[in-house]
Nanobody, 122 residues
Framework: VQLQASGGGLVQAGGSLRLSCALS????????VGWFRQAPGKEREFVAG????????RYADSVKGRFVISRDNDKNTGYLQMKSLKPEDTAIYYC????????????????WGQGTQVTVSS
């Protein structure tokens, strides 16, 4: 199983981006998906998680109301829609897949993508 994150870029504060996470070598429907981020000099932090069916989600407090996690199992792709971006959202964003299909939390992920850079200018 491999994950490919994409969609990052440079955006002004208040702007939006949508990140994608394409899974190959397996069926996305077998996995929960999580998004994480790591800013320079900081530890990696959990951003959002979605269960295999897409019916259950969880968000870090810092992104609630601004980010939406979703998935399209037919396309084997997960998404992170980010709105009202702030400079403090600047980080490398990683997607991950968990073989625990209802995993919504920050642990127990089996596969990781390579990361995509998101930079929010003030």
């Amino acid at each position: 199983v491999q994950l490919q994150a994409s969609g990052g870029g440079l955006v002004q504060a208040g702007g939006s981006l949508r990140l994608s996470c394409a899974l190959s070598g397996g069926a996305l429907s077998s996995y929960a998906v999580g998004w994480f981020r790591q800013a320079p000099g900081k530890e990696r932090e959990f951003v959002a998680g979605i269960a295999w069916s897409g019916t259950m989600t969880r968000y870090a407090d810092s992104v609630k109301g601004r980010f939406v996690i979703s998935r399209d199992n037919d396309k084997n792709t997960g998404y992170l829609q980010m709105k009202s971006l702030k400079p403090e959202d600047t980080a490398i964003y990683y997607c991950a897949a968990s073989s625990h299909p209802y995993n919504l939390g920050p642990q127990n992920y089996d596969y990781w993508g390579q990361g995509t850079q998101v930079t929010v200018s003030s």
